[in-house]
């Protein structure tokens, strides 16, 4: 997958201050009716629904290994609780919990610190099935070490399973739930970051994920994928040839 991570100007600069530091996704001028208009443009949902029973909430294994666009790695580093540790492919490190729409909770860029806590029963969406939703609150404080400057941003998520439909991406094609995250300010009730995930029950895992940055539609699609068990040096750098000499 090319990876990863939304707010809104005007009556909330800060908002979008912190936007601009943390990568956020915005909904275009057009407003959040425009926005899931294009999400469902780009790509166009499968000509079929293929009959996908409830999907479980999955658990990863240490070690596993996802790989997006042609260099995007990510990696199950281990499980601290209810939370998992993930790797870059820079080295850095970040947590998220077992629920793949709901917002990394703690991640250190460089000079920064940012933290999600999350309230609600973002869970309850599992099992997966169309026309299950959810909603949840969101509260990311993102703190500058340099300055020593904290903002805090509070906003809440629904979440909804929309379809199922075949998603096509280099490491295949794949059944998938078809699920459409989108966030408004607690403060102004603005609309602010919406985000789609295709979820393979088959894999346990996100094969494309679709949000808005830069006023397009940007997407993360999946290259690769192996189990711990699986994974070597040596298989790694094979993939990452591959995918990058294409």
């Known amino acids: 997958m090319r990876e990863h991570t939304g707010r809104i100007a005007g009556a909330a600069c800060s908002l979008a201050a912190v936007c601009s530091l943390v990568g956020c996704a915005v909904v275009p001028a ?13 790509p166009a949902a499968a000509a079929w629904a293929p009959a996908l029973p409830p999907a479980s909430r999955p658990s990863y294994r240490q070690g596993d290994v996802f790989v997006f666009g042609r260099a995007t790695v990510r990696t199950v580093l281990r499980s601290e609780g209810r939370l998992w540790v993930w790797q870059t492919t820079d080295g850095e490190t970040y947590k998220t919990t077992g629920d793949f729409f709901v917002p990394i909770v703690a991640q250190t860029p460089p000079g920064r610190e940012i933290t999600s806590r999350i309230e609600g029963s973002p869970e309850a969406l599992w099992p997966l099935q169309v026309g299950r939703w959810v ?10 070490n340099v300055f020593g400057v904290e903002q805090t941003v509070a906003q809440r998520w629904r979440c909804d399973v929309v379809d199922t439909r075949v998603t096509s991406v280099p490491a295949g094609d794949f059944e998938t739930f078809h699920v459409r995250c989108a966030a408004r300010s607690l403060r102004t009730k603005l609309p602010g970051q919406i985000i789609t995930w295709d979820y393979a029950p ?3 895992h996100y094969v494309q994920r679709t949000w ?3 006023g397009r539609v940007r997407q993360s699609v999946l290259s ?18 591959r995918l990058q000499s294409n």
């Open 224 to 241: 690769a994928a192996l189990p711990g068990e699986l994974v070597t040096p040596q298989r790694m750098k094979a993939i990452l040839d």
């Open 212 to 214: 808005y940055e830069g």
């Open 30 to 42: 057009g407003g959040i009716d425009d926005a899931l208009t294009s999400f469902e443009r780009a």
């Open 135 to 144: 909603e949840f609150e969101e509260r990311r404080t993102l703190r500058q």
């Open 202 to 204: 088959a894999l346990g």
